[in-house]
């Protein structure tokens, strides 16, 4: 598609629960990123993959948060067992570029995925 | 690490020109200013870039002081689809990490 796709846009869980959210980024970004954010802060980075490979993960919480981009395209963000301080809205962003270069900074983002974790 | 000072709110009528001011004065020569916007409920969206001339697109304009320490965006007709959250990023683009910190940014208001 034209932007950057995320699902679900929205998912209920239980504390405790495993939760994955998919992000498809603009087909030939190699620059995936991984953002959260609560309600009325700014984004808060989670972790940046350049291709297949997570660049900087220095973002991500604990080691109940992991993410994947297998193929250096779709990127699956999953969270294990979750606590309700998870709930927030997780947004993903991709640009054309990575390690620096101009491109690096314009970044499209998805319109997130809203995790309430009950 | 919040390099870029914002205040919190302001408000604007329509179509007036709405100025949104940005404090970085530890930007150091490498570093652009980025402007990005999050309307209610979407993701942020890229508004400009700049380093230290002015720069003008279909958006907005955005006015770097000569010392660099701080920048003004200017949406010359604001409409009521500009109420958002607008976050003023400082960031080498060629550095080794890419990725943009966002503060808090200014919630603009735009009243009809």
């Known amino acids: 598609g034209a932007g950057v796709s995320q699902t679900p846009s929205n998912k209920v869980t239980e504390k405790g629960k495993y939760v994955e959210l998919r992000c498809d980024p603009i087909?030939?970004?190699?620059?995936l990123y991984w953002y959260r954010q609560s309600l009325g802060q700014g984004p808060e980075f989670l972790i940046y993959?350049?291709?297949?490979?997570?660049?900087?993960d220095s973002g991500l919480p604990n080691d109940r948060f992991f993410a994947v981009r297998p193929e250096g395209s779709v990127s699956t963000l999953k969270i294990q067992r979750t606590e309700r301080g998870d709930s927030a809205v997780y947004l993903c962003?991709?640009?054309?570029?990575?390690?620096?270069?101009?491109?690096?900074?314009?970044?499209?983002f998805g319109a997130g995925s809203r995790l309430t974790v009950l | 690490d919040a390099k870029t000072t914002q205040p919190p709110s302001m408000d604007c009528a329509e179509g007036r020109a709405a100025n949104l001011p940005c404090n970085h004065s530890?930007?150091?020569?490498?570093?652009?200013v980025y402007w990005y916007r999050q309307i209610h409920s979407q993701g942020p969206q890229y508004i400009i870039h700049?380093?230290?001339n002015n720069e003008t697109n279909e958006m907005a304009s955005l006015i770097i002081t000569e010392d660099r320490k701080s920048s003004t965006l200017i949406l010359p007709h604001a409409t009521l689809r500009d109420t958002a959250v607008y976050y003023c990023?400082?960031?080498?683009?060629?550095?080794?990490?890419?990725?943009?910190?966002f503060g808090k940014g200014i919630t603009l208001s735009v009243r009809p």
């Open positions: 700049g380093l230290k």
């Open positions: 087909s030939g970004h190699t620059a």
């Open positions: 962003a991709s640009s054309p570029a990575g390690l620096g270069g101009w491109g690096a900074n314009v970044l499209t």
């Open positions: 993959f350049q291709g297949t490979g997570a660049a900087d």
């Open positions: 530890t930007i150091s020569g490498n570093e652009y």
């Open positions: 990023i400082v960031r080498d683009p060629t550095g080794a990490n890419s990725k943009l910190t």
